[in-house]
């Protein structure tokens, strides 16, 4: 599967995408900044990683290109066709950010989920130290705050907030 962007494109992850990912999920500047669990992960395990992809219609994890470059992985997931809404996520290799990558990607998935997959709701949360995606999601892309989910995750050796954001198809949007 491919979706272009005005001038990127967000391709389904390949076998021979194993090595970028396993730099980018080992990588500690990446890692701090991202919700959730993480564990140094072998190549091995990238690999078999990718191989549940093919059957799993509710997660859709892709790779971001710009000019024949990997710069990133974008995803939705929890995709609930019936109710509508989906989880985004994203992750920009460093020596591809702040170059407007994760903005014109966010907007291609997100016309993509609005217009192709006629989902109606779409979430994220962000650490609330990181100020940048934050503003991002809120600023540039017209997220919305819904809440704070104090002390919801453990990382960088203390308890973190985390902001919950949200976006419906009638807000007004990129």
């Not at 962007?5 to 390949?14: K, N, Q, V, Y």
């Not at 974008?74 to 109710?83: E, G, V, W």
């Not at 017209?142 to 907030?161: L, M, P, T």
Request: glycine fraction near 6%; aromatic fraction near 6%; include cysteine.
């Amino acid at each position: 599967m491919t979706i272009s962007g005005s001038d990127l494109t967000l391709r389904a992850i390949e076998q021979h995408d194993a090595k970028f990912i396993h730099q980018w999920v080992n990588d500690d500047q990446i890692q701090r900044s991202l919700v959730g669990w993480h564990f140094p992960l072998s190549l091995g395990h990238i690999e078999k990683w990718i191989e549940t992809f093919e059957h799993d219609s509710h997660d859709q994890r892709l790779m971001i290109e710009k000019a024949n470059e990997r710069c990133g992985l974008i995803n939705l997931t929890a995709i609930d066709l019936k109710n509508g809404s989906a989880k985004v996520g994203i992750l920009v290799a460093p020596e591809h950010q702040r170059r407007g990558i994760g903005l014109a990607a966010l907007h291609t998935l997100i016309n993509y989920a609005f217009c192709e997959l006629s989902l109606n709701r779409l979430e994220t949360t962000i650490l609330k130290d990181n100020s940048a995606s934050v503003s991002l999601f809120e600023s540039k892309l017209g997220f919305v705050r819904e809440g704070i989910k104090r002390h919801s995750i453990y990382k960088n050796g203390a308890f973190q907030d985390e902001v919950l954001l949200g976006l419906l198809r009638d807000d007004t949007r990129p």
